[in-house]
């Protein structure tokens, strides 16, 4: 029992991380999602078939069949969309992104769009407090010339720097994939 969880253990965090920083980055969430639940398919009925050889009668490759033909079903006519489904329960997907360090989304509801990393509201594309962000420290020392926005956001910060007399801006994220999407 013992080397059992130990092995269970040791295939969830290796699955874990396989998933993660393995299959996600480079296959993307839908393409990942529908190989794993595959592959978990076939373990399942591979599993089944050894277990049960010579047991119930000659039907358990048939149920195996039918549980495979089942799951492509599903697969085919489940009416989930990824990743719609998953970034956007409340509203319409207009994009999405998936860098190295989050799942970014702009995502239209009601009458605005929003930005979102892992579901987490970034901004809009409506007036919010991070337009201010950037007047403040102008007023505070109007003499600045080079300017460092860590953060992007929906770009409203950056944006307003450059309606003052600035020779340089320079923005950095934590993801990346931020730049292209708010353009």
């Known amino acids: ?85 998953w970034l956007a329960p409340s509203g319409a997907l207009v994009a999405h992104r998936e860098g190295r360090t989050a799942t970014l989304a702009v995502v239209r509801e009601r009458d605005a769009l929003h930005l979102k990393m892992d579901g987490w509201w970034q901004g809009s594309d409506r007036w919010t407090h991070q337009a201010a962000a950037a007047h403040v420290p102008m007023l505070l020392h109007p003499a600045a010339r080079r300017v460092l926005v860590v953060g992007a956001g929906t770009g409203q910060t950056p944006s307003r720097f450059l309606q003052h007399d600035v020779e340089a801006l320079h923005c950095v994220d934590v993801e990346a994939e931020v730049f292209a999407l708010i353009r």
Not at 32 to 56: D, E, I, M, Q, Y
């Open 1 to 85: 029992v013992g080397r059992l969880l130990a092995a269970n253990t040791l295939g969830g965090i290796l699955g874990s991380v396989t998933v993660g920083f393995v299959a996600i980055p480079r296959l993307g969430m839908d393409p990942a999602l529908s190989v794993l639940s595959a592959l978990s398919v076939a373990a399942g009925v591979a599993t089944w078939l050894l277990l049960s050889s010579g047991r119930a009668g000659g039907r358990t490759p048939a149920l195996a069949a039918a549980a495979v033909l089942l799951y492509v079903g599903l697969l085919a006519h489940g009416g989930a969309r990824l990743p719609e489904d």
